[in-house]
């Protein structure tokens, strides 16, 4: 009899017992790997924008000169076809990034969080559309020539299809700056990114907001400051590849612990 009474109350007070500090690296996990998960997204997206935009579209475009533009895209058909491939795998990999920091975050604000990603979805949709004109250019300009009756009109409308892409992205960059001051708030409330991340990725936010502005305002003869500003989102991408690995949410939860309990 006194075994089995034993045995019960044995289990109650372990049932009854604090959880162990064990959890805290178990929840962690999850937010870990989310963060290598983001952290490689935002790298492959820098690499292939780089690739995609800089080189294989932009390099090809002359702003103003529609047939030298034209001329251009039509002897790098293959090159400008692959620049805009880029950009649609950069597309899928802001969903994934979005996602994947949505989960990197939660710990911090579920509602803040969600409201990020949902942002940085839309903003993707913005530039999916955006891409979409870049396509209509290079089918006008999918031939070896054009025909000579045609030629001016054709050049006119592949510049204005590239132009579109440029106004609609542009546009989008004022909801991808917000979906940053979001991110940096985020950051900057974790307890787990460093404060100082924080800020450079609100001054990565407030540069493309800037820029979006000012490109519309001064008609485009507008010198950007988001080629600069952007190393607040590249760092952060660093950061999540390189420490997030190290990332321990119990922290913040421990601190409000004695709070909790009082009440």
Not at 24 to 49: I, T
Not at 166 to 184: C, E, K, N, P, S
Not at 242 to 258: F, H, K, N, Y
Request: glycine share 10%; hydrophobic share 55%; net charge positive.
């Amino acid at each position: 009899m006194t075994n089995h009474a034993a045995e019960p109350a044995s289990r109650r007070h372990a049932n009854d017992a604090p959880p162990s500090f064990r959890q805290g690296p178990d929840a962690s996990r999850p937010v870990r790997k989310a963060s290598l998960v983001a952290g490689v997204a935002l790298l492959l997206m820098a690499a292939l924008a780089g690739f995609g935009y800089d080189f294989a579209i932009h390099g090809l475009i002359t702003a103003g000169n529609a047939a030298r533009t034209a001329q251009d895209i039509m002897a790098h058909q293959g090159l400008f076809r692959a620049g805009i491939a880029c950009l649609f795998v950069v597309i899928a990999l802001d969903v994934v990034a979005a996602l994947a920091l949505y989960r990197v975050f939660s710990p911090v604000s579920k509602p803040i969080s969600a409201l990020a990603a949902g942002m940085r979805i839309v903003y993707a949709g913005i530039f999916a559309v955006a891409v979409v004109q870049l396509t209509g250019a290079a089918r006008l300009l999918g031939g070896t020539s054009l025909p000579a009756s045609g030629a001016a009109r054709v050049q006119a409308q592949a510049l204005s299809d590239i132009n579109r892409f440029t106004d609609i992205w542009q546009a989008g960059l004022i909801v991808f700056g917000l979906y940053l001051l979001m991110i940096a708030w985020l950051a900057w409330r974790s307890g787990y990114v460093p404060r100082l991340l924080g800020v450079l990725v609100a001054i990565a936010g407030l540069g493309y907001i800037y820029d979006s502005i000012g490109q519309f305002v001064s008609g485009g003869s507008w010198t950007q400051v988001s080629t600069v500003t952007f190393i607040g989102e590249f760092l952060l991408a660093l950061w999540l590849v390189i420490w997030g690995r190290r990332i321990t949410v119990s922290q913040p939860a421990l601190r409000a612990g004695p709070a909790g309990a009082a009440r």
